[in-house]
């Protein structure tokens, strides 16, 4: 049964919503609602464990990237336990720059491990 389908897209913003939310405490909320508490995030840049560890991931991307955002592109799609979803990021009301594809293990609808791969990423970023 497809249970994960229907939420797929609500599930895929409130990632987003970790990833824009520049206040840590504020985000720390976001991921203690949404992902469970032993959660894993990789990507090829970087990995953490936990709510904090994750927040502080968040929080060096707002560091380097001040003033960009992220956005879903296309659709959230699922099933069973697992979600997938494509993402951009970039200064507010310019190109986006960075392009990846996520790919999400939920337990219980929460998020439990992350995959993060990076489609388009500039020169230098």
Same mark, same amino acid.
């Given at each position: #049964?497809?249970?994960?389908?229907?939420?797929?897209? %609500?599930?895929?913003?409130?990632?987003? &919503? /970790?990833?824009?939310?520049?206040? &840590?405490?504020? %985000?720390?909320?976001?991921?203690?609602?949404?992902? +469970?508490?032993?959660? %894993?995030?990789?990507?090829?840049? #970087?990995?953490?464990?936990?709510?904090?560890?994750? +927040?502080?991931? /968040?929080?060096?991307?707002?560091?380097?990237?001040?003033?960009?955002?992220?956005?879903?592109?296309?659709?959230?799609?699922?099933?069973?336990?697992?979600? %997938?979803?494509?993402?951009?990021?970039?200064? +507010?009301? &310019?190109?986006?720059?960075?392009?990846?594809?996520?790919?999400?293990?939920?337990?219980?609808?929460?998020?439990?491990?992350?995959?993060?791969?990076?489609?388009?990423?500039?020169?230098? &970023?």
């Amino acid at each position: #049964m497809n249970t994960a389908a229907p939420d797929a897209a %609500r599930i895929a913003e409130q990632y987003i &919503a /970790v990833w824009n939310e520049t206040d &840590a405490e504020r %985000r720390l909320k976001l991921l203690e609602a949404h992902w +469970s508490a032993d959660a %894993r995030y990789v990507d090829p840049l #970087m990995q953490g464990s936990g709510h904090a560890q994750i +927040s502080a991931l /968040v929080g060096g991307v707002h560091q380097r990237y001040p003033g960009f955002r992220f956005k879903l592109k296309g659709q959230a799609d699922a099933h069973g336990e697992h979600l %997938r979803f494509s993402w951009t990021l970039g200064p +507010s009301g &310019a190109e986006d720059l960075v392009e990846g594809t996520d790919f999400v293990q939920l337990e219980s609808g929460k998020l439990r491990a992350v995959t993060g791969f990076l489609d388009k990423v500039p020169v230098g &970023a």
